[in-house]
């Protein structure tokens, strides 16, 4: 939650990293539009934000669930459930966070966008479990 906090503030914002992102684009692929890589730029930041709550969600999944005797505790969608429920609400104090921090704006987009990460990543451990049959 640190971590994500701390990206909320005035270095993590677009105007900062554009200026690492924007000269590494431009150097990798000199022909390519500004436009266009603005427009990576854009999809790169907004792949951070389902990624790192994706992450969040299964730390936060882990810290929920309870263990059982063999290890490997079942399935439960109710624990999905409240990690999932946690991020959507954690999301939401961040872009709230943000619109006090010059050069940020909370965007509830971005609440949807970080919620779908945790999704993702809880959809991707279930599929995991049931594949390998630990639920």
Do not use: N, Y
Not at 4 to 17: M, Y
Not at 54 to 64: C, K, P, S, T
Not at 112 to 127: H, K, N, P, Q, R
């Amino acid at each position: 939650m640190l971590v994500i906090f701390s990206a909320s503030s005035d270095t993590g914002s677009a105007q900062h990293t554009s200026r690492i992102f924007l000269p590494l684009m431009h150097w990798l692929f000199p022909h390519m539009a500004d436009v266009r890589i603005e427009f990576f730029h854009f999809l790169f930041r907004k792949c951070g934000h389902l990624t790192e709550f994706a992450v969040f969600g299964l730390l936060l999944w882990r810290a929920i669930r309870h263990a059982s005797a063999d290890g490997h505790p079942p399935w439960q969608w109710s624990q999905a459930g409240l990690a999932l429920l946690l991020v959507m609400i954690f999301a939401a104090s961040d872009e709230f966070h943000q619109t006090f921090v010059p050069g940020r704006t909370g965007q509830v987009s971005d609440v949807f966008i970080d919620t779908s990460g945790a999704v993702v990543g809880l959809g991707l451990l279930w599929l995991g479990g049931k594949l390998l049959k630990r639920w």
